[in-house]
Structures are given as C-alpha cells and as structure tokens.
Nanobody, 124 residues
Framework: QVRLVESGGGLVQAGGSLRLSCAASGRTFSAYAMGWFRQAPGKEREFVATITFSGGSTRYADSVKGRFTISRNNAKNTVYLQMNSLKPEDTAVYYC?????????????????WGQGTQVTVSS
C-alpha cells in the first residue's frame, strides 16, 4: 500500500518562501516519477512540477517556472517543492503524487497515488 504524506504548508506573506515535503512509503521510491499538483477553491487540480525517478529531469508549469524547484532524495524516500517569491495566486491545497512510471507526467491521470494535501496560503 503506497502512502504519501505532505508537510510544510502554512501561511506566508507575498514574496516569501515555503518548502513542502512529501514522504513516501509502500513501494520502491527510486523507481517512480513524482509530481506536485495544486487545487484552489472552485478550480480544477492543476499541474505544478514533476521529476523523473532519478531526479535527472524536471518540468514545471509556466506559472511557477523560475520560482519553484522540485527535488528528491531517494535515500530518504522524499520529494520536495521549494517555493520562492510566492504570490497570492499560489494559494491552494498542494498535493504530491506518484506515477507508475520512471518518467514525469503533467496531467492528473498520469498518477496512481496521491497524498492528502497541505494548505498553502499567501497573503498580499
């Protein structure tokens, strides 16, 4: 049984930073791509970032490119999302997800397992 647990969300002022973590268990973490998505109230869940099994390749949504960085530590079974220069429009519940493939994905249906989410609120 795969389990993904996010942490690190909170309230931050515009321009600030947060680092989200997602601890995975249940299958060989280093074999699978990981992703971060977010969902704001009344909106669909949207892609934020993805990273391949080894961490060798990443991809970002245009809205976060240059501000967010996805990384992973396969020895710790953890994926991270460093968020800098946060904007009020980044406010959402952030979810990590694991894909049954070594290669990153950019749509919700690419992923098999999801965490419970962590709230990020950016005040203006």
């Amino acid at each position: 049984q795969v389990r993904l647990v996010e942490s690190g969300g909170g309230l931050v002022q515009a321009g600030g930073s947060l680092r989200l973590s997602c601890a995975a268990s249940g299958r060989t973490f280093s074999a699978y791509a990981m992703g971060w998505f977010r969902q704001a109230p009344g909106k669909e869940r949207e892609f934020v970032a993805t990273i391949t099994f080894s961490g060798g390749s990443t991809r970002y949504a245009d809205s976060v490119k240059g501000r967010f960085t996805i990384s992973r530590n396969n020895a710790k079974n953890t994926v991270y999302l460093q968020m800098n220069s946060l904007k009020p429009e980044d406010t959402a519940v952030y979810y990590c997800a694991q894909r049954a493939s070594p290669w990153g994905g950019v749509v919700v249906t690419d992923y098999d397992y999801w965490g419970q989410g962590t709230q990020v609120t950016v005040s203006s």
